[in-house]
């Protein structure tokens, strides 16, 4: 079965750190391309940051640049999106997405295009 789980979302106090981990099972991550994307309550989804299948290319949000990162553990078969900095505007649901093609929609990380979908976690910035 074919399955993307996120994990790691939680409280955090602005200026606070979170580390979102994106676990695959029935296939392995490492030729993929990954997406983490958010959405909030009322808003459109958007791509956060993403990463091609060779991790030739990586995009950022520009609300997010500096403060977020995003890699790789292909023996875990996992990608993470190291958050820091932490902002109130922060506060969504994100989702890890998953595809084995690279396109315009990997490279701009946008919403289409994508295989697989995690069910998401919350991340909440606040004091």
């Known amino acids: 079965q074919v399955q993307l789980v996120e994990s790691g979302g939680g409280l955090v106090q602005p200026g606070g750190s979170l580390r979102l981990s994106c676990a695959a099972s029935?296939?392995?991550?490492?030729?993929?391309?990954i997406g983490w994307f958010r959405q909030a309550p009322g808003k459109e989804r958007e791509g956060v940051s993403c990463i091609s299948t060779d991790n030739s290319r990586t995009y950022y949000a520009g609300s997010v640049q500096g403060r977020f990162t995003i890699s790789r553990d292909n023996a875990k078969n996992r990608v993470y999106l190291q958050m820091n900095s932490l902002k109130p505007e922060d506060t969504a649901a994100y989702y890890c997405a998953a595809t084995n093609r690279d396109s315009i929609g990997t490279h701009r990380c946008l919403s289409r295009g994508w295989d697989y979908w995690g069910q998401g976690t919350q991340v909440t910035v606040s004091s």
């Open positions: 029935g296939f392995t991550l490492d030729s993929y391309a």
